[in-house]
């Protein structure tokens, strides 16, 4: 179905008009796919974000800071996401040996069983819904690339 059938718009303004509507919308409806999974499972796209970006530096630790430079969201309240992942038991905050002021995060052993039920199911949601070829889906994120690129 094109843009202009799903949101009943017979025509934009100009072809970048017509471009930002159908980036918005469509990102609008991967979330809310991938929303589904991550209901099943109790936590938010943040929640996952920081699981994956932990599971990532595994075993190493990572900072607040760390995690909040490498989150898709960032307006994302990275401290009481933590928090809520420390008392789900999904991860775990440690005092850091060379600098007691920081704060080392870990994911736990948990977290790591959680994003192993989870992410064959966001794989699917990314491969199977989208329906795009490998090379389709390389060449689109090529192309999102050079729009970020652009920016002034």
């Not at 303004?13 to 919308?25: D, G, I, R, T």
């Not at 991938?34 to 936590?43: D, H, W």
């Not at 990275?78 to 008392?87: E, F, H, I, N, P």
Request: glycine share 4%; net charge positive.
């Amino acid at each position: 179905m094109t843009i202009e059938q799903e949101i009943r718009q017979k025509s934009f303004a100009s072809p970048f008009h017509k471009m930002v509507v159908n980036l918005y919308f469509t990102a609008n409806w991967l979330k809310n796919k991938e929303l589904s999974v991550f209901k099943k499972f109790g936590i938010s796209a943040q929640q996952f974000n920081v699981l994956r970006i932990l599971k990532g530096q595994h075993p190493n630790p990572c900072t607040l800071l760390n995690i909040k430079e490498r989150m898709l969201d960032k307006d994302s309240n990275t401290s009481r996401l933590v928090d809520k992942l420390v008392a789900s038991g999904l991860v775990e905050r440690k005092e850091c040996p060379e600098d007691r002021r920081q704060v080392d995060i870990l994911i736990t052993h948990k977290g790591i069983e959680l994003l192993g039920k989870i992410n064959p199911e966001v794989n699917d949601v990314h491969k199977f819904s989208i329906g795009l070829t490998e090379t389709e889906a390389l060449l689109l994120s090529d192309f999102l690339d050079k729009l970020r690129e652009r920016k002034s």
